[in-house]
């Protein structure tokens, strides 16, 4: 009896824990026009190291499957553009025989690079989302969320002010240019 309790204890080890798994997805989007953005530079980066990079597609849709029991950051960069970043935390117990996929969406606007302006605060991740892979909960740090998000308003405001009137300023230059032609 005891044998076979030992035997069962470690067949029962050796089966392969699965879970609910998670699919980020979404659009990446210009700040200023709202139009979608394609040839955006993804890269997903696990526990600290790179596995993979991909662009947007036409409609600047990308797509990335995570594993369970790891920490990601997702990139997003271009020419000319600032990069952006928000990290998953997928840690987190699995249940047996569950291999149910979760979908988050994601939408990540990008801004132009400017000189006139620090945008450094980009550097930080935007969100910090945690994923729970035996229920398949995702939730956000909404703490991290109201620590940044006043500066990333205030940010983004400045930026908006600086985008308009550089686009005003160029505007006359450009019918002078086309009155001459």
Sequence with gaps: MRKALIVAVLVGLQLPAAAFSLKV?????????????????????????????????????????????HAYVLRFSGPGLVTKCFTVDTHGMEWVGDERRKELEVEMTMLERTTAMDLSLFDMPMGRASFEPATGLVSWDTDYDRTLRPQVEGLMNEYQRLMTAQASAAAPREERTDERR
């Design 25 to 69: 997805k979404g659009v990446v989007t210009d700040y200023l026009t709202g139009q979608t953005m394609e040839h955006v530079l993804v890269r997903v980066y696990k526990d600290g190291a790179k596995v993979s990079t991909a662009e947007t597609g036409a409609m600047g849709h990308y797509a990335v499957e995570l594993e369970n029991n």
